[in-house]
């Protein structure tokens, strides 16, 4: 079992950066993924990065938000510029073991406890 624990999220102007971290101990995970829910809304996928370091982002994160991971730290993160109110939300890292990494939240075996990250206007 894979032990996530995420780190970085705070409180920000829209316009402003933040970066998460996702520091992971226990086996290196084929996939990794930041995941958000905001209040009353559905957890959705945000970006994702595998092994080979091919990454998928969610429209709402395109040209935005930047993954990537240290694989020799077992480390993944989530450079998140040009932020917006709407990006309100828990964010949580997860770890599974498919090739390409799929928005099925059901393929990620383990998932830290998240970090909030609001925007406000």
């Known amino acids: 079992q894979v032990q996530l624990v995420e780190s970085g999220g705070g409180s920000v102007q829209a316009g402003g950066s933040l970066r998460l971290s996702c520091a992971a101990s226990?086996?290196?995970?084929?996939?990794m993924g930041w995941f958000r829910q905001a209040p009353g809304k559905e957890r959705e996928g945000v970006a994702s990065?595998?092994?080979?370091?091919?990454?998928t982002y969610a429209d709402s994160s395109k040209g935005r938000f930047t993954i990537s991971r240290d694989i020799a730290k077992n480390t993944v993160y989530l450079q998140m510029n040009s932020l917006k109110p709407e990006d309100t939300a828990m964010y949580y890292c997860?770890?599974?073991?498919?090739?390409?990494?799929?928005?099925?939240?059901?393929?990620?075996?383990?998932w830290g406890q998240g970090t909030q990250v609001t925007v406000s206007s």
């Open positions: 997860a770890a599974g073991n498919t090739y390409y990494c799929p928005w099925d939240e059901s393929s990620y075996r383990s």
């Open positions: 226990g086996f290196t995970s084929y996939c």
């Open positions: 990065i595998n092994m080979d370091r091919i990454t």
